[in-house]
């Protein structure tokens, strides 16, 4: 049946074949550059075609390709109606991936809409930018819903994770002149060695009590950083600088990064799907709906919060990762409490407990503020600039977020549809 092409996007192959066709294109119909050999000589080729400005070759088959998948998609939901199994899972895996794959073709699109290029600087470079942050910052609101919105812990503390993972690349990179492989490995591995203090010691408190440890553990990481009797180190208050190979330099492969992260999220948000589909998934959400009855059939709770603490410690490492490459540095602001209210802000707008509404909620948030950064409004004579009052702004979004979505937008729009389909 054509519609059982579903269990090929299931296995991620024909996404990455969408991907390939405008690649190879490019590959072969471009020039490469005569200072150049081997693979050097074939990129250079394919970024001869998509480095372009404005309207290309590639873009247009991306536009192409786009439609199709958007047909194929739309098609199956008009079959899902019949309750075929082919057709109800083509919709469950196709619109993810659908949403997916008009990220990877976005920077292509705003390049044709601009008249600007994906590799120089302008509008669509502008906007990679952009949409790197707030991939991390989505990545981050993944690694503290899985705590909040699927487990029921609370902590003020996340930063920690994210910050700490910033430092240790940079310092590994830095000091140690570290491949980058390892720095990266490195990292991941402190997260893994924070949550672990923080969950074995941590867990043992309960209620607010438990909270307000995270926060004073976190506040550890941030003085420490902000010391003078660090500063050789970690440059104290002004934070410190190191370099990064030229593939992870935004700057020089600012699309290869927008790439990089953009994989990082899409597998972040695979990865705690399958651990929420699994076994210790449902404890997971059994611990958040009532731990006690968890305790009683016989789970060690202490056990699976610990194994959430730590994927989600690892999660928001990899985003300070993330972050440390892109700013080639770090300073104590990432270990600041910013970085833990702005996920949890971001969490409750989109939809605590639900795996699509802390993507949304950064989405929302992040290129809001970004929008209306440099927006003035004039009322009664009085000129208010947006940028600087984006905190008050931001605390009346959420208020007015709050009242028509009390379960967040994902989670009160599924409640809504729900309804709507048991009446009909």
Not at 243 to 256: A, C, F, H, S, Y
Not at 329 to 358: C, E, K, Q, R, Y
Not at 369 to 396: F, Y
Request: some cysteine; charged content about 10%.
């Amino acid at each position: 049946m054509a519609f059982a092409l579903h269990r090929v996007v299931r296995a991620w192959w024909f996404l990455a074949l969408l991907v390939a066709i405008p690649y190879l294109f490019a590959l072969v119909a471009g020039q490469p550059d005569p200072a150049t050999t081997g693979f050097g000589a074939w990129h250079s080729a394919a970024t001869s075609v998509y480095c372009a400005r404005g309207w290309t070759p590639v873009t247009a088959l991306l536009l192409v390709e786009f439609g199709l998948f958007l047909l194929w998609v739309l098609a199956a939901q008009w079959l899902a109606g019949r309750h075929t199994a082919d057709a109800l899972a083509a919709v469950h895996h196709g619109w993810p991936l659908l949403v997916l794959f008009g990220l990877i073709a976005l920077p292509f699109f705003i390049g044709w809409q601009t008249d600007s290029s994906v590799c120089v600087r302008g509008r669509a470079f502008f906007w990679e930018s952009i949409l790197i942050d707030t991939f991390i910052m989505a990545l981050l609101a993944i690694s503290y819903n899985l705590l909040f919105g699927f487990t029921g812990i609370v902590s003020f503390g996340h930063a920690a994770f994210f910050g700490m993972g910033a430092y240790t690349v940079g310092l590994l990179l830095k000091f140690l002149t570290a491949p980058w492989w390892l720095a990266i490995l490195g990292a991941l591995v402190v997260g893994v060695v924070i949550a672990l203090i923080k969950g074995l010691i941590g867990l043992r408190i309960k209620g607010l009590y438990f909270a307000l440890f995270t926060l004073a553990f976190a506040q550890v990481f941030y003085l420490l950083a902000g010391n003078r009797l660090l500063v050789t180190w970690t440059g104290a208050e002004d934070g410190f600088t190191f370099t990064v190979p030229d593939w992870l330099n935004l700057v020089q492969n600012r699309l290869g990064f927008y790439y990089l992260t953009l994989a990082v999220l899409a597998w972040a948000y695979w990865l705690v799907q399958r651990v929420l589909n699994s076994p210790t998934g449902r404890v997971l959400r059994a611990l958040h709906d009532n731990e006690e009855r968890a305790q009683m059939i016989g789970y060690n709770t202490f056990h699976f919060k610990l194994i959430a603490i730590v994927l989600a410690g690892v999660l928001a490492a990899l985003a300070g990762v993330l972050r440390g490459l892109a700013l080639k540095g770090a300073n104590p602001g990432l270990l600041g409490l910013d970085f833990t209210m702005t996920p949890l802000l971001m969490t409750i707008v989109g939809g605590s407990g639900t795996l699509a509404g802390p993507v949304i909620g950064a989405f929302l948030l992040h290129l809001t503020e970004e929008a209306l950064r440099n927006t003035v409004i004039t009322l009664g004579g009085v000129a208010i600039n947006i940028g600087e009052r984006w905190a008050l702004l931001l605390g009346m979004i959420f208020i007015v977020i709050v009242l028509i979505f009390p379960h967040g937008i994902v989670g009160t729009l599924q409640r809504w549809w729900l309804r709507l389909t048991k009446r009909s």
